[in-house]
């Protein structure tokens, strides 16, 4: 079963809006990454956060993290047509556990031009 | 550096044919994973690998196998190709640097067994 879910399925939005999405998980975690997939791509790496981190920004992104309530939320602010793409949450439970990420089934964001 | 290269792109297999998809990083990473992606779906851990001549298995193992002899390559071999592997399937290598890591990832085979 996944272990992250993001909320919402599907967001669309005009340029120059901010984008809000959210994840949920459901066991102990070390840490919380977030990616971006383009149509028919490969994953990028976004985020990591770590556990005993509240709130971490790259660039035009900032990533959250309740542990008590196991949500994370990813701000993208002021975004673009490029920033069209699927988001997927990931969680990691360790660093001995690297190779291994649990993915949630992503948020699919459409930015209007 | 070529980062994660898979190969092929693109594969069409008949029920019960046997491959392996090849994945191959040049980062020197210890750590690397392969995933299978369902349409409309995130990506589930088949088999990962912490370094050469050690693997174990993720979430979906059945019908997969994998090995790494060295630390560049983590090949997955599909025994008897089913209809329910029809998928998009990633590699991806990471590294841990400074108490963290970020997951590498190539750029897929789209497999289709019929």
């Known amino acids: 079963s996944q272990q992250g879910e993001e909320d919402p399925q599907a967001l669309s939005i005009q340029e120059g809006e901010n984008a809000t999405m959210n994840c949920s998980y459901k066991t102990s975690i070390n840490n919380l990454q977030w990616y971006r997939q383009n149509s028919g791509r490969g994953l990028v790496h976004l985020i990591l956060i770590r556990s005993n981190e509240r709130e971490k920004h790259s660039g035009r992104l900032r990533v959250t993290l309740d542990t008590s309530k196991k949500s994370s939320s990813l701000l993208i602010t002021a975004s673009r047509a490029a920033d069209t793409a699927s988001y997927f949450c990931a969680t990691g439970r360790g660093n001995t556990n690297a190779g291994k990420s649990t993915f949630g089934d992503g948020t699919t964001l459409t930015v209007k031009p | 550096n070529a980062g994660v290269t898979q190969t092929p792109k693109f594969q069409v297999l008949k029920t019960g044919q046997s491959m392996t998809l090849q994945c191959a990083q040049d980062m020197n990473h210890e750590y690397m994973s392969w995933y299978r992606q369902d349409p409309g779906m995130g990506l589930r851990l088949i088999h990962y690998s912490v370094g050469a001549g050690i693997t174990d298995q993720g979430e979906v193992p059945n019908g997969y196998n994998v090995s790494r002899s060295t630390t560049e390559d983590f090949p997955l071999r599909l025994l008897s190709a089913a209809p329910s592997q029809t998928s998009v399937y990633f590699c991806?290598?990471?590294?841990?640097?400074?108490?963290?890591?970020?997951?590498?990832f190539g750029p897929g085979t789209r497999l289709t067994v019929t």
């Open positions: 991806a290598s990471s590294k841990l640097t400074g108490g963290t890591y970020e997951q590498y």
